[in-house]
């Protein structure tokens, strides 16, 4: 799941207005954030394979460390402390936890049976939506449209920059998310990890708009 992830972000923002936007977007992303290092570090293994699913042409050989369900809560876990120890604010640090760990709930939706449930399970899991198309595009296009229509719904752009930032953040994940479903498969898992790590960009962009707008 790729917009899917960012909805949930946009979502609680609304449920936890004093949680920045940035923190939930890394919170709804950490995993991913940090599978790309893995990749590079050579700790997990993806391979690429057209056709593995309708839409994502991604073997995801082994990774244990970002993404087994006890690995994913350990990591949520973490996020959660980080920020309640930078904030005090214990609801907003739930929320975050709860946020970040929601990722791997979101992907045992999509994948294939390939997520284990800790490093070394026999038993992994997924239920496959990303065998069907329309299917996926259809839950993770209302999954970020609502996520979307929440936070413009109640928050108000202050100046150019928290309206006009804020919709370029749309629009490229929109744009993002079409050439990935639509575009050619990566020419080897290399490009997967460095564009992964671009992906670092996104909280704080929108950190960069969320400041510019009010409750």
Known sequence: MFI?????????????????????VGAA??????????????????????????????????????HSLVAAAGWSALFGLLYWGATRYRSGAVAVGLVALSHWYLDALVHRPDLPLYPGSPLKVGLGLWNSFPATLLLEGLMFAGGVWL?????????????????VFVGFMTLAYAANLLGPPPPNW?????????AWIFPFWAEWFDRRRTR
């Open 4 to 24: 899917g992830h960012y909805a949930v972000a946009f979502a609680a923002k609304r449920a936890t207005p004093r949680v920045s936007l940035g923190v939930l």
């Open 29 to 66: 992303s950490l995993l991913d954030l940090l599978w790309p290092a893995f990749l590079l570090l050579g700790w997990e293994t993806v391979r690429i394979e057209p056709g593995n699913t309708a839409v994502a042409p991604l073997a995801f050989v082994r990774y244990p460390i970002s």
């Open 151 to 167: 936070y413009a719904a109640g928050t108000r752009a202050k100046d150019a920059v928290g309206r006009y930032a804020f919709l």
């Open 190 to 198: 290399q490009a997967v990890a460095w564009a992964g790590l671009a």
